[in-house]
């Protein structure tokens, strides 16, 4: 996951990329290697996220005689899983995607090792937009009303 400034700073590139990759997704079938949900904790030292749980999928596909595995549920760096503290919410992604099951997986035309399973934005990715959106807004309003942080 990437932290609210990393965001704001890489958000142009990162919406550029979503939208080049989605406008025209080629697509083949694909199939589930393995999923299940796992405590989504990056660091060990920080509980902070101990009580996220991420649902992992993988799966195998072909594009042009060539075998790739992926695990991106969604078509662009802002979110390519699922971090949640309902934990429901990540056991019905992986009851969606059950190992040995056909599934379509979108892929990038130009870079097929670029693979996905799920079109759109995660609610996370949602949620980290609007963060952004609202920080920007933010410190754009009080650069122009000549506040100065106060460290």
């Known amino acids: ?3 609210l400034l990393e965001l704001t700073v890489r958000l142009p590139t990162l919406l550029w990329d979503r939208a080049a990759a989605s406008v ?17 904790n990056p660091d060990a030292a920080d509980q ?8 992992v999928v993988k799966f195998r596909y072909v594009v042009n005689r ?3 595995i992926s695990t991106r549920l969604y078509d662009n760096r802002l ?51 609007a963060s952004a959106g609202l920080l920007a807004v933010l410190t754009l309003a009080a650069l122009y009303m000549g506040l100065s942080p106060a460290f």
């Open 1 to 3: 996951m990437l932290s």
């Open 24 to 40: 025209h997704p080629a697509h083949t079938i694909g199939v589930i290697v393995a999923s299940a949900v796992r405590p989504a």
């Open 48 to 55: 902070t996220f101990s009580q996220l749980y991420q649902p």
């Open 66 to 68: 060539e075998g790739y």
């Open 79 to 129: 979110s390519n899983t699922i971090a949640t503290f309902d934990r429901r919410r990540a056991e019905a992604v992986v009851r969606r995607f059950r190992p040995g099951s056909a599934v379509t997986v979108y892929y990038d035309p130009r870079h097929p090792e670029h693979a996905w399973l799920l079109r759109g934005l995660s609610r996370e990715a949602i949620a980290a937009l």
